[in-house]
């Protein structure tokens, strides 16, 4: 009797501590985000007041931008007055701007405080559990999604090439967002940047 | 008083898992501890361009190569980096080249950057990357690579990529690739 429960406990600890270990490597499997073309399932996620929003509900009848942010990552937070000025320079036409929040390491309470403290003024989500993340595959705060008024997805990446506003080189988020606003295929659907990794539930 | 054997069998699983688990506040402290003794701390970092990365990790090696991407604003970067100087202490002299590319705005070339690698005492060639358009670049290492920090990658001496972490590496993996390479 005494035998077996040694090995039962034996067996229990070998695949615990398999667990851990596999668990902790997890940071190298972000999902692969959808193709440029690809439509965006609806989904719904609460904002930092707790109200619940869909993509259809906050969308703009031009297209939606939605980029993951951060409160303590100094990427994101060299973009926070350039994201609220896509906002308010979009609003008008027809392009609303939303934000997402996915680090689990950051609390509904900090980012709703931190959206006060730098004045941004558009609508943040809580994806709480990664799932609009992992949907998107995002992997990196900042990072943007350009949807058209289809859900389609449009552009995704970076903002623009530069942290330090003096070096911007190519605007790549806005340059979409004027060609589909003009009619005009995205010249360049696709852009990397470097940022922080999102920290995943 | 004799202690029954049940109880023996799960206070040893539980401090079996308590040491097994990779990042324990407890084993850091003692390596960087350890770490703390070793002499000579370059404080040079070298700028590095595009053409000067794909140099870095296409040409032919003779060994086994990691490549680190960091900042000194990111946290997990900062947080994963004495396990990383231990890993090149510990297979420096089994043949492994370790660098590592700083992401930090040139401007703090001279100073933030050397600053950390010597209170680190990182031993390991330091480069910051010095481009106007880091895509190419991002691309260059790794086109399933987003630019998220950090990000870890072991070349074997064919130049081939067989371990690669974006996000806080597990060290007990890294550890375990580096081991099959250097053995092979």
Redesign the interface.
Known sequence: M?KR??SI??A??FV??AA??AG??R??E?PT?PAIGATIDEFSLPDVNGQEHTLKSLKGKNGTVLIFIAV?C??SNAYNDRMEKLAQDYKDKGIAVIGINANSTEDVATVKAHAAEKHLTFTILKDAGNKVADKLGA??TP?AYFLDANNKLLYHG?ID????QD?I??NDLRQALDSALAGKPVEKPE?????????RA | MRIPRLTLVVAFTVLFIYLTVPGQDTVRTVRRAKSATEPAVPTNVEPINLSGLKDLISKPKDKPLLVNFWATYCDPCRDEFPDLVKVDSDFRPKSLDFVTVSLDDVGDIKTKVPQFLAQMKATMPAYLLDVSDPEPAINAVDPKWQGDLPATFLYNAKGEVVFRAFGRVNTAALREAIEHLVKN
């Open positions: 005494k429960t040694v406990v034996l229990a600890l615990i501590t851990v270990i902790s490597g940071t190298s972000v985000p303590q100094p990427v992997a990196r990072e970076r090439n530069s942290q330090n070096a080189e190519s852009a990397k940047a470097f940022g922080c990794s999102i920290k």
